[in-house]
């Protein structure tokens, strides 16, 4: 019981501590799990449309920012519909929202470039 006490005197103030300066940082763990890190790496190569993706976001009214900022950057991959072991590229499909998911789009991402295949509203 005495040792209880000594360990839980310790490591309250501890993880206090710990929080306090990770916070200050900014620090998360959020971007460890695989949907952030193909979305991270998705975001830092260099986007290429097919054609059929450009028209249907012309008709769907999306542009690049809002592709960027939005449907990638909050939507979640699908690894059941993906195909993560493709060589060279491999091929994603990423929907968005998470919940109730309108658009549906699949892309493949290569070392140098991204390259966004189909766009498809769901409802």
């Known amino acids: 019981m005495r040792k209880a006490k000594f360990f839980l005197l310790g490591l309250i103030p501890g993880l206090i501590i710990v929080f306090f300066i990770l916070n200050k940082k900014g620090a998360s763990?959020?971007?460890y799990l695989?949907?952030?890190r193909v979305i991270a790496e998705t975001l830092s190569k260099e986007f290429t449309y097919s054609e059929s993706f450009k028209a249907e976001m012309e008709f769907l009214k999306i542009d690049e920012k809002f592709l960027k900022d939005s449907i990638?950057?909050?939507g979640?991959?699908?690894f059941e519909k993906s195909d993560a072991q493709k060589k060279p590229c491999p091929s994603y499909i990423l929907t968005y929202p998470k919940k109730?998911?309108?658009y549906?789009?699949?892309f493949e991402k290569c070392t140098e470039q991204s390259n966004f295949q189909s766009?498809?509203?769901?409802?």
């Open 34 to 36: 695989p949907n952030s």
């Open 72 to 74: 990638i950057t909050k």
């Open 100 to 102: 109730n998911p309108r």
């Open 119 to 123: 766009l498809k509203k769901l409802r």
């Open 29 to 31: 763990c959020s971007g």
């Open 104 to 106: 549906e789009i699949g």
């Open 76 to 78: 979640n991959v699908d």
